[in-house]
C-alpha cells in the first residue's frame, strides 16, 4: 500500500533554518509536492519535484531523491509567518490524485 | 482571476441525512479534485473529475459520490451521513495539459460537522 511519513512537529527559533524530512512507500511516482496550511486555512502550493535534486524557490527549497523515497523541505531565514503545517504528497499516476502524509506542524518561536 | 470557491463553508447535518457540496474551480481549470481532512486521517483523496468523467477515485464508500457540469463546477454528495463524516471537504482544480498540472489550487473547504 501507500505509505507516506514525516515527523509530526517541530520548533525552531526565528532566523534559523528547518529541515522537514519525508518518506515515501507508493506503488507509482509521477512527482512529490510540498504545501503548506496555516490553521484553518485551504493548502496552498510551496514545490514540485519530479527528478532528483534539489529545487530552490525563495527561501524554500524542495529536495528529491527517487532511490531512497526521500524527500525534504528546507525553510531558510524562519519567519513568524512560517508557523503552520506542511504536507508532503506524491503523485502515483497520470491525474491529479495526491497522496498525502499527514503533516508535520512547525512552531516559530521568537 | 478568482480562486476555487465552495459553498457551502458551514455544515451541520444529522446523523443519517445526506448532504450536497458544492465547488466552482478557477476559471478555465477543467479538472476539479476532492479530499477529506480530519484530524485523525489528515488529507485523504475522494476523486477526481475531468471533462464531466471520474478520472480517479479514492478509497472511500459508495456513500460518497460526486458529478461534475459541463461548466466545470462540481458537487460531491455524501449520503446516510455518520459521525464519522465530520471533517473539512476541500476541493481543488488544476490546469494544463489533460487538466493534469504540478499545481492544484485549493478552495477554502466546507466545514461538515454531523450530530
Known amino acids: 500500500g501507500q505509505n507516506i511519513d514525516q515527523p509530526t512537529e517541530m520548533t525552531a527559533t526565528e532566523g534559523a533554518i528547518v529541515q522537514i524530512n519525508c518518506t515515501y512507500q507508493t506503488s507509482g511516482f509521477n512527482g512529490l509536492f510540498w504545501y503548506q496550511q496555516h490553521a484553518g486555512e485551504a493548502p496552498t502550493f510551496l514545490s514540485y519535484n519530479v527528478l532528483d535534486g534539489l529545487e530552490e524557490k525563495g527561501r524554500f527549497s524542495s529536495f528529491l531523491s527517487r532511490s531512497k523515497g526521500y524527500s525534504y523541505l528546507l525553510l531558510k531565514e524562519l519567519q513568524m509567518k512560517d508557523s503552520a503545517s506542511y504536507l508532503c504528497?506524491?503523485?502515483?499516476?497520470?491525474?491529479?490524485?495526491?497522496?498525502f502524509g499527514g503533516g508535520t506542524r512547525v512552531l516559530v518561536k521568537p | 482571476k478568482a480562486g476555487v470557491t465552495q459553498t457551502p463553508r458551514y455544515l451541520i447535518k444529522t446523523r443519517g441525512q445526506q448532504v450536497t457540496l458544492s465547488c466552482s474551480p478557477i476559471s478555465g481549470h477543467r479538472s476539479v479534485s476532492w479530499y477529506q481532512q480530519t484530524p485523525g486521517q489528515g488529507l485523504q483523496f475522494l476523486f477526481e473529475?475531468?471533462?464531466?468523467?471520474?478520472?480517479n477515485k479514492g478509497n472511500f464508500p459508495g456513500r460518497f459520490s460526486g458529478r461534475q457540469f459541463s461548466n466545470s463546477r462540481s458537487e460531491m454528495n455524501v449520503s446516510t451521513l455518520e459521525l464519522g463524516d465530520s471533517a473539512l471537504y476541500l476541493c481543488?482544480?488544476?490546469?494544463?495539459?489533460?487538466?493534469?498540472?504540478?499545481?492544484?489550487?485549493f478552495g477554502p473547504g466546507t466545514r461538515l460537522t454531523v450530530t
Open positions: 504528497a506524491v503523485r502515483e499516476d497520470a491525474g491529479n490524485k495526491l497522496t
Open positions: 481543488a482544480s488544476s490546469s494544463g495539459l489533460a487538466g493534469v498540472s504540478y499545481e492544484q489550487y
Open positions: 473529475y475531468f471533462s464531466e468523467t471520474q478520472r
